[in-house]
């Protein structure tokens, strides 16, 4: 893996609260690495939306507009058991 790469996704893992911090940070180091190209490159995209999104997205409040995106987060709910 591009080391740059997961520098600059590390970076962009730290949101505003430490709750997201762990919950996007966690998911890299841990299925970040097996995902395949489309689903890092969604993980890279949904790290462009704001904050009060992701959060109603992984508390189940509401749901994102793409299926790859409700993957990545369907994945840290159960991880987390959310």
Avoid: C, N, Y
């Avoid at 430490?18 to 993980?43: C, H, I, K």
Wanted: charged residues 35%.
């Amino acid at each position: 893996m591009d080391e740059a790469r997961l520098k600059r996704l590390r970076w962009r893992t730290r949101r505003g609260t430490r709750e997201l911090d762990a919950l996007f940070g966690g998911w890299l180091e841990t299925s970040f690495p097996t995902a395949d190209a489309a689903l890092q490159q969604a993980f890279d995209e949904l790290l462009d939306v704001q904050d009060p999104d992701l959060w109603d997205w992984v508390m189940g409040h509401a749901k994102p507009p793409r299926a790859d995106w409700q993957a990545i987060i369907d994945d840290i709910r159960t991880r987390h058991r959310l």
